[in-house]
């Protein structure tokens, strides 16, 4: 199996300082902790944008979308976990469908300053196209980090016997395989929803990352208790979805390299497919999103064959 292009990993080598020689003059000290805290945070806010960007990349087997509703939800994002948290940016997503595709459409922005050195802001920008049976994806995807634009397409496949991606950058195309059963990113959220309706209340399973790592994730999780989630906002739009909605918790880790997570996700996970009250851990930084605005859409008539 190939790697991906995101094969190396952040922090993989340290620079080690020279000895100075005698004649040199007197300089500032270096505050080589300083340094490797600032690392250790700046892979935490890149880990953090990771699971903010992938709001709804998660949880589940390929299934057909039986039971998503098509939506527009619209979030408001905040730096730890209270609920009047300083906000930082927002994110959006619109769920449509066809009878033959879902389509995606995700806008996240967010910037935000720590201290004077540790500066961080994102944009991402994604539309994707997903078949009702989840087995083809494909997307283009836009996404501006500290000012540094970037483009990407690609396309993926997905079956219980394997799968296959191939990414397209400006300069080359990179491809690889996928383990059977890879989820999709819409037929990852039905799939989660269908394994909680049966009454599951743990999963492990690999998931095709478009967003982040363009690579496959393995994710773990499973119900988790309410006092885990953000608390409720009285003016949450949520509150009028008279559905059932589950408390999880998910951790996201790289499937080709193992090791801790690169995050942590709570949430309230809707079987309509909404989700609320989410808050993300990505080492040294916290932030949450909450439901600011939903439109459920409609979803059309189709026929059965």
Same mark, same amino acid.
């Not at 250790?40 to 709001?55: D, G, K, P, T, V």
């Not at 008279?242 to 390299?257: E, K, M, Y």
């Not at 709570?266 to 989700?275: F, N, P, W």
């Given at each position: 199996m190939r790697r991906s292009w995101f094969g190396a990993r952040d922090g993989d080598a340290e620079h080690t300082p020279g000895r100075a020689s005698a004649e040199t003059p007197t300089a500032c000290r270096v505050d080589h902790q300083a340094i490797?805290?600032?690392?250790?945070?700046?892979?935490?806010?890149?880990?953090?944008?990771?699971?903010?960007?992938?709001?709804?990349?998660?949880l589940g087997t390929?299934?057909?979308?039986?039971?998503?509703?098509?939506?527009?939800?619209?979030?408001?994002?905040r730096l730890g976990t209270a609920v009047n948290g300083a906000q930082i940016g927002t994110a959006r997503q619109r769920l449509?469908?066809?009878?033959?595709?879902?389509?995606?459409?995700r806008d996240v922005g967010f910037a935000f300053t720590l201290t004077a050195?540790?500066?961080?802001?994102?944009?991402s920008r994604l539309r994707g196209e997903e078949t009702v049976g989840g087995t083809?994806?494909?997307?283009?995807?836009?996404?501006?980090? &500290?000012?540094?634009?970037?483009?990407?397409?690609?396309?993926?496949?997905?079956?219980?016997?394997?799968?296959?991606?191939?990414?397209?950058?400006?300069?080359?195309?990179?491809?690889?395989?996928?383990?059977?059963?890879?989820?999709?990113p819409v037929a990852a959220i039905a799939g989660?929803?269908?394994?909680?309706?049966?009454?599951?209340?743990?999963?492990?399973?690999?998931?095709?990352?478009?967003?982040?790592?363009?690579?496959?994730?393995?994710?773990?999780?499973?119900?988790a208790t309410p006092e885990l989630l953000r608390p409720p906002r009285a003016d949450s739009p949520a509150a009028a979805l &008279?559905?059932?909605?589950?408390?999880?918790?998910?951790?996201?880790?790289?499937?080709?390299?193992g090791g801790r997570p690169l995050f942590t996700l709570?949430?309230?996970?809707?079987?309509?497919?909404?989700?609320d009250r989410i808050s993300v851990s990505a080492g040294l930084v916290t932030a949450g999103a909450d439901l600011t605005t939903l439109v459920m859409e409609p979803r059309p008539d189709c026929p059965l064959s």
């Open positions: 490797r805290r600032h690392g250790r945070a700046m892979r935490s806010l890149r880990c953090l944008a990771a699971c903010l960007i992938s709001l709804s990349l998660t390929p299934a057909l979308a039986a039971d998503l509703v098509p939506h527009r939800a619209e979030y408001v994002v449509t469908f066809d009878c033959r595709h879902w389509r995606i459409e050195m540790l500066r961080y802001s994102t944009q083809a994806f494909a997307y283009e995807l836009e996404r501006r980090v &500290n000012d540094h634009p970037e483009r990407i397409s690609g396309k993926a496949t997905s079956s219980k016997v394997g799968g296959t991606a191939e990414i397209r950058l400006p300069a080359r195309t990179i491809d690889f395989a996928m383990p059977g059963g890879t989820a999709l989660a929803i269908d394994r909680l309706k049966a009454g599951q209340t743990a999963f492990s399973f690999p998931i095709f990352d478009p967003e982040v790592t363009s690579d496959v994730m393995t994710v773990d999780g499973g119900i &008279n559905t059932q909605a589950w408390p999880i918790t998910v951790a996201f880790s790289r499937t080709r390299f709570s949430t309230l996970l809707y079987d309509t497919g909404v989700m």
